[in-house]
């Protein structure tokens, strides 16, 4: 298991960016994908974007394609979600997240995820 802890969240006004940040513990760090999600209020958490362990491959949710980009820096065992024109639909706590077994994808699904951080809130206002 790896240990989580996000941060960089905050209030925006609609169209500011955000740089969210997903610090984990453990030397096995650089052998699992590692993804973003998010929970709205009254919704159901959902998938943002992975990065695989060598941070050659990333996808992302159609909702966030061309204005959010993951990263991750294996040398300082940080992920980062780099979040630019940010709507009011993008409101919600960010949750960081790394894959159940090592060298793959990243998780895609909230099932694939072993490890997690205890979130982070975005909130934009119009």
């Known amino acids: 298991q790896v240990r989580l802890v996000e941060s960089g969240g905050g209030l925006v006004q609609a169209g500011d960016s955000l740089r969210l940040s997903c610090a984990a513990s453990?030397?096995?760090?650089?052998?699992?994908?590692m993804g973003w999600f998010r929970q709205a209020p009254g919704k159901e958490r959902e998938f943002v974007a992975n990065i695989n362990y060598r941070g050659s491959i990333t996808r992302y949710a159609d909702s966030v394609k061309g204005r959010f980009t993951i990263s991750r820096d294996n040398g300082k065992n940080t992920v980062f979600l780099h979040m630019n024109n940010l709507n009011v639909e993008d409101t919600a706590v960010y949750y960081c997240a790394a894959e159940r077994v090592p060298y793959g994808l990243g998780p895609g699904a909230v099932t694939d995820s072993g490890s997690w951080g205890q979130g982070t809130q975005v909130s934009v206002s119009p």
């Open positions: 453990g030397r096995t760090f650089s052998t699992y994908g």
